[in-house]
């Protein structure tokens, strides 16, 4: 699977944007789908992240009631809709696929060396 990211951009503290990782060569729905950013001078941390098949879904505390990730099947793309946005949100955004057998069931992998192919990453930067 090829992932593409796009939907990034400026955005004053309180906005919002709308990430999209698109997919090819492959059908989404045997794919855990990560969304992780990267800040200047920081570790790449994981957002968010769903199990396309069955819609299960996990985030990290610093998003949750603000982010929410939601998969298109049609168009075998997943989103990261984001809200309320606020300037340590900033960094550049990256979608990453693992596939879903590699795991035991109800398990969401959460870190970077758990998934095996990655987009280029869409930057976000949200000004205060």
């Known amino acids: 699977v090829q992932l593409v990211e796009s939907g990034g951009g400026l955005v004053q503290a309180g906005g919002s944007l709308r990430l999209s990782c698109a997919a090819s060569g492959s059908s989404l729905n045997d794919y855990i789908i990560g969304w992780f950013r990267q800040a200047p001078g920081k570790e790449r941390e994981g957002v968010s992240c769903i199990n396309t098949k069955d819609g299960r879904s996990h985030y990290v505390d610093s998003v949750k009631g603000r982010f929410t990730i939601s998969t298109d099947v049609a168009k075998n793309t997943v989103y990261l809709q984001m809200n309320s946005l606020k300037p340590e949100d900033t960094a550049i955004y990256y979608c990453?696929?693992?596939?879903?057998?590699?795991?035991?069931?109800?398990?969401?992998?959460?870190?970077?060396?758990?998934?095996?192919?990655w987009g280029q990453g869409t930057q976000v930067i949200v000004s205060s």
């Open positions: 990453a696929a693992v596939r879903s057998s590699w795991f035991p069931n109800h398990y969401l992998p959460y870190s970077t060396d758990e998934y095996g192919t």
